[in-house]
């Protein structure tokens, strides 16, 4: 089945980096986009970014964009989310998503709190 484990979430000062990692399996990784996502407390969840099966092609919210770098390692079934110059409007948890044969997946989320 389709398993998709965020992790590397914490409390981070502002302008501080975080890397999120998220461990797929259950699919073929390589033959999928993949997405990151996010909800903050009383918000409806937004898409953060996302990046083509063979990590050619990135696209990025705009509030995310010059801050936020999606990678993928397809050897390591892993996607990654590199986010720098973090602000308190960043905090929410964070999830990794695919859509396969039709179906969305969901990690369980890693939580990011950026405050000082």
């Known amino acids: 089945q389709v398993q998709l484990v965020e992790s590397g979430g914490g409390l981070v000062q502002p302008g501080g980096s975080l890397r999120l990692s998220c461990a797929a399996s259950g699919f073929t990784f390589n033959r999928h986009i993949m997405n990151w996502y996010r909800q903050a407390p009383g918000k409806e969840r937004e898409w953060v970014a996302s990046?083509?099966?063979?990590?050619?092609?990135?696209n990025y919210a705009d509030f995310v964009k010059g801050r936020f770098t999606i990678s993928r390692d397809n050897a390591k079934n892993t996607l990654y989310l590199q986010m720098n110059n973090l602000k308190p409007k960043d905090t929410a948890l964070y999830y990794c998503?695919?859509?396969?044969?039709?179906?969305?997946?969901w990690g369980q989320g890693t939580q990011v709190t950026v405050s000082s």
């Open positions: 998503n695919v859509v396969n044969v039709g179906l969305e997946y």
């Open positions: 990046i083509t099966s063979a990590g050619s092609s990135t």
